[in-house]
């Protein structure tokens, strides 16, 4: 329980949007940080000392479609969404995620959570815990464009405040992720266990929903628009396409493939997400883009899990660790930046006076990184040995 005075964590070092405070002191009062300062805080409260180790924002991850596989861990096997839910809000609290949008994708006959009726359910059933899961949660709906049919579901979703991010994705093989079919059936048939026959039939099935898709995305950009629904796209991989996005007021671009796609993003003030898996590997899993190299080139505002939560963290001190960023700058990245994409920066997503307690504590020690500690609204929603 949360001592009536408040909650004063010291001695530890604190990175702000600014830069890195040494042997400082911050206190939480009714869940707000209501002081930072170097040194000590002279006043009453249950105090935690940090023995040296950092305090950093907990972090926005805006694109984590590691729910599907919660539910669906193998192809057709599936939990009860439920649970489900609840045992990943743990997991991200012990990854230092203190708001999470789930990604759940709109993309009929491809894997099984994928179905929009499955979606959906799923987007309800979220909803539904909310109140009850620690990690403030979030809704990213991930619109196929090939999939038509998704648009009602969409609307009825949208017009109910149950979606809080849109993007469009088109994994139509020849463009985006897959530079051609090849590469589109080597990852879902080695993925996703589909067979030739049932690759074929995406495929075409893809290629004849994408020439009457036009119209119905402009009318889910209209709707968000109305609505002030923040909108992404996915897998960008030409200036034009960026370009195209401008036009759009579409203020994300996720997982760009190349370099012209990333610097077209960056002269439109664009901002560009990169998966944390990328950066902590140090390339992509399909070949495109190292996102690490990306960063090395002053590319990239947002790092997000993409499919792995546990990643965030780690990629956060490659960053460091590799000289790329100093840490207040690579932590931006993972909290104040991604606040800033879908307009909540203005009460979380850093480290000041005035903000949600939405904290971590980490221990560096080691070499490897650890989350001792981790405060949504300045209520401790994980706790390890150590601290």
Not at 19 to 25: A, H
Not at 158 to 185: C, E, R, W
Not at 234 to 247: A, M, Q, S, V, Y
Not at 330 to 341: D, E, G, K, Q, R
Request: proline share 4%; aromatic share 6%; glycine share 10%.
């Amino acid at each position: 329980m949360q001592h009536s005075n408040g909650l004063i964590i010291e001695n530890a070092r604190i990175a702000t949007p600014a830069g890195t405070l040494g042997r400082s002191s911050l206190k939480v009062e009714a869940g707000i940080i209501s002081k930072i300062k170097e040194g000590e805080i002279r006043s009453a409260g249950r105090r935690i000392d940090a023995d040296g180790r950092y305090i950093i924002p907990g972090f926005i991850d805006l694109h984590s479609d590691a729910i599907e596989k919660e539910i669906e861990p193998r192809p057709n096997t599936f939990f009860p969404k439920d649970v489900a839910i609840f045992e990943l809000d743990k997991k991200l609290a012990a990854y230092g995620v203190t708001t999470i949008f789930h990604a759940l994708s709109f993309a009929e006959g491809e894997i099984g959570v994928r179905s929009n009726g499955m979606a959906a359910d799923i987007i309800r059933e979220v909803g539904r815990l909310a109140p009850k899961l620690g990690v403030k949660t979030r809704i990213h709906a991930r619109f196929e464009i090939t999939d038509t049919g998704a648009v009602p579901y969409l609307e009825v979703l949208l017009n109910g405040g149950q979606i809080h991010l849109l993007s469009f994705m088109d994994h139509t093989p020849g463009q985006g992720q897959y530079k051609d079919v090849a590469s589109f059936k080597n990852y879902f048939g080695r993925v996703y266990k589909k067979s030739d026959e049932e690759l074929d039939r995406m495929i075409d099935r893809k290629l004849t929903a994408k020439k009457d898709s036009r119209s119905c995305v402009q009318h889910v950009i209209d709707l968000c628009a109305s609505l002030g629904v923040p909108m992404a796209s996915h897998d960008d991989d030409t200036p034009e396409r960026i370009r195209w996005l401008r036009e759009k007021s579409i203020g994300i671009s996720e997982f760009p493939v190349n370099r012209e796609a990333l610097k077209t993003a960056k002269e439109m003030d664009i901002f560009t997400c990169l998966g944390a898996p990328n950066v902590f590997r140090g390339n992509s899993q399909v070949g495109n883009l190292s996102a690490r190299d990306a960063l090395s080139e002053g590319y990239g505002d947002i790092i997000c899990s993409d499919y792995s939560p546990m990643t965030i963290l780690h990629a956060l001190f490659a960053i460091v660790n590799t000289g790329i960023l100093p840490l207040h700058e690579a932590v931006n990245m993972v909290s104040l930046n991604p606040a800033s994409a879908v307009g909540i920066n203005g009460r979380t997503g850093s480290i000041e006076e005035g903000k949600e307690a939405d904290l971590a504590i980490v221990d560096v020690a080691d070499g490897i990184p650890r989350i001792l500690r981790t405060y949504v609204s300045g209520k401790e929603v994980f706790s390890a040995c150590g601290c």
